[in-house]
């Protein structure tokens, strides 16, 4: 049995999350469908998380056991030559026995796409966030900087979620130039339900002069889910990468 | 009455081309059956030139006559609430009773965009023309200054279309950086019928090196379809821009 690693990307449009539910249209279901046509068994796919109905992804990772023949570098024509054109293989390698997507995880990167301008664009209705409005990227860029290090993240987690911990570590968090975009990147070990959208969604009412950059110190502070803002629609939303 | 310009941008995807044609689903049948929401009256709406089923426009230009007492300001707002997600209103302005979005357009510019990678990208699928092998960019730049200056482009005509004459004048003709794209860009004072993808579907044939720069100037001597390479895709193209 090989262990294959690949990197995926996915349209998140038309898809209700990643995670299999039943009989709905799922990342994970199409992935599984397709490895069984090509692989010729039925193989558990696992990923380096789930996602949301209408986010995306340009960098996610999945890893399953095969026992068939296929050269590692066909892997990818082999699954882009049966999967919906909304899905992409990117790229595919064998690794140790041991490698699990999610499991071994060390770092995600997230990024969350804003389309400042007075109109909607039809190219990025399911793409980026419309904001119609100016908005404050040196708040933003301000209030950003103080979620980067280690914190208890409990403010911006989605209401009714139970994990154990809420304490995470962000690595990098800021605005990155992205075209006719302007783009929130994060970076962590890991992430909260709903955390990225929680903190966009905080972000845009910094950077709508609703709230100052250093109230994200209380906002953080609180643990309370009430002291955050609200959670930015899924569609702005691509895991970018996922580093192990 | 006045007379309203309008700038609309759409995505071409789900619609059978810009004109109107009988029931099926067309961007000038959208824009009318707005306008008649809107303005409550039966407008014609007269569109800089038509786009092909799959074509976008970023920059199309519209105009129309109307008695409506609409500020000209609140135009956008309106048609856009009223428009699917895929058409947008993105500016108005009132203009002089002779102007007309076709017969005054003085100089259009198209856009292709080509993705340039080893799989395909779900995110560009219907927004970019996917070439998996490497592109001789430099030898595509050198191959477009040909068709710079007035010419007879008999050869990028669409066989079986008829025109008056086949003499066009390109302002400027080249390859722009795009972000995760390569962009051909393209200005003159008009097009043939499908003279953007054919040119388009040559310079790719450049770019793959099946035919050399200067081959260029006899394949424009030629004023022969047949002399061209083939025609690109629909969907990587976009009306750009339309000056008057």
Redesign the interface.
């Known amino acids: 049995m090989r262990n294959i690693k690949c990197i995926v ?3 998140g449009t038309d898809y209700c999350g990643y995670q299999r539910q039943g009989r709905l249209r799922t990342v994970q279901a199409e992935l599984e469908a397709a490895a069984n046509v090509i692989l010729k068994e039925n193989v558990k796919i696992h990923a380096s998380g789930r996602t949301d109905a209408g986010v ?1 992804a ?1 960098g996610q990772v999945i890893n399953f056991l095969t026992g068939c023949t296929i050269p590692t570098t066909r892997i ?1 024509y082999a699954f ?1 030559s049966v999967l919906p ?7 595919a390698e064998e690794v140790p026995a041991d490698f699990h997507a999610r499991k071994c995880a060390k770092r995600k990167t997230y990024r969350y796409r804003i389309y400042c301008s007075r ?5 990025y ?1 399911h ?1 980026a966030y419309h904001v119609p409005e100016d908005l404050d990227l040196a708040a933003m860029e301000a209030a950003a900087a103080y979620l980067i290090g280690r914190h208890d993240f409990a403010s911006f987690r989605a209401s009714g979620s139970t994990v154990k911990s809420t304490v995470r570590t962000v690595f990098a968090a800021g605005l990155a130039a ?2 006719e975009t302007t783009d929130f990147c994060i970076t962590a070990d890991g992430f909260l339900y709903n955390m990225v959208r929680i903190i966009v969604g905080t972000l845009l009412e910094v950077g709508r002069g609703r709230i100052k950059p250093a109230e994200m110190a209380v906002i953080i502070a609180a643990r309370e889910r009430s002291a955050a803002g609200p959670t930015a629609a899924p569609h702005g939303l691509y895991l970018e990468r996922v580093e192990y």
């Open positions: 990307a996915y349209d995306h340009r990818p882009n054109p909304d899905i992409a293989i990117l790229g109109f909607p664009s039809p190219f209705r793409y992205g075209g």
